[in-house]
């Protein structure tokens, strides 16, 4: 049996104690505590240890770093329970102590996967330009499990990846490659594949670009057959009589009504 003899502060770390034991030979240096520890325990000047007792003490003071050491992780951002986990056992914790600190950290509701994995797609959809299957790929990677990965991923709508792939495809388009509308083509397919957006909106985003392209080169078509007749028409006609030979002539060239009107109201208004 030993008596504690002294508590003392230590310099470098004002929140931990060293604490000095009298086993009936002299005072001598017995172990430190962290100040959680020592109010838990009511550790004072006189009170009498066992071999079980300072084991303990020990013990739970080791708990109490490991513990310390999974705040300051998280104290930087949210973290997965597999992150955490891997933290500690990288750091050489106790497996028994890693049970006990998630267990707390779940109850103190420090770790929640739901609550990480919406936080996570919430960031990645604005701050990146991957789809919902490749966030839903990174979240399994950090452990979560695939039903929350699911769940949370389901938060990137239809309209937000839309607009999203939409607006990479456009980049894509003028980033100034010799290759051909077709090759472009599939190449974004590939790529919009590869950051995870789903196969319906990769569908609907290429349908668009390519009646963009029909409907830009349809337009094309028109100006230049247009401005060709304005050429023939004009010194003979003017006013609605032109616009009247202009229609005809256009529709009958297999122009919509909808781009015919558009050019003449075009022309007009030059």
Do not use: C
Request: hydrophobic share 35%; proline share 1%; net charge positive.
């Amino acid at each position: 049996m030993s008596v504690i003899s002294r508590i003392t502060t230590q310099k470098k770390h004002r929140n931990r104690y060293n604490i000095f034991l009298d086993d009936g030979h002299g005072e001598k240096y017995g172990f430190s505590v962290n100040e959680a520890v020592l109010i838990e325990y009511r550790l004072r000047k006189g009170l009498e240890l066992d071999d079980a007792a300072i084991f303990t003490l020990v013990k739970q003071d080791s708990l109490h770093k490991s513990y310390t050491l999974a705040i300051s992780f998280l104290s930087y951002r949210m973290r997965t329970k597999k992150e955490i986990m891997d933290y500690l056992a990288k750091k050489e914790v106790d497996e028994v102590h890693i049970t006990n600190i998630m267990d707390r950290l779940q109850k103190e509701k420090l770790v929640d996967d739901e609550q990480f994995a919406d936080a996570f797609v919430k960031t990645r959809i604005q701050t990146s330009s991957k789809g919902p299957r490749l966030i839903q790929q990174e979240l399994l990677e950090k452990g979560v499990s695939a039903a929350i990965a699911s769940s949370a991923a389901e938060q990137y709508t239809y309209g937000m990846q839309y607009e999203k792939a939409y607006k990479l495809a456009e980049k894509k388009l003028t980033s100034g490659s010799k290759k051909s509308f077709r090759q472009k083509l599939q190449q974004l397919q590939a790529s919009l594949m590869q950051k995870g957006f789903d196969h319906d909106v990769i569908k609907d985003v290429l349908t668009e670009i390519d009646n963009q392209k029909e409907n830009n080169a349809e337009w094309d078509a028109l100006i230049y057959n247009g401005e060709k007749l304005l050429r023939k028409y004009q010194p003979k006609f003017s006013g609605f009589a032109l616009q009247n030979k202009m229609k005809e002539a256009l529709f009958r060239k297999g122009f919509s009504l909808e781009l015919i009107n558009r050019f003449l109201d075009e022309y007009e208004n030059e």
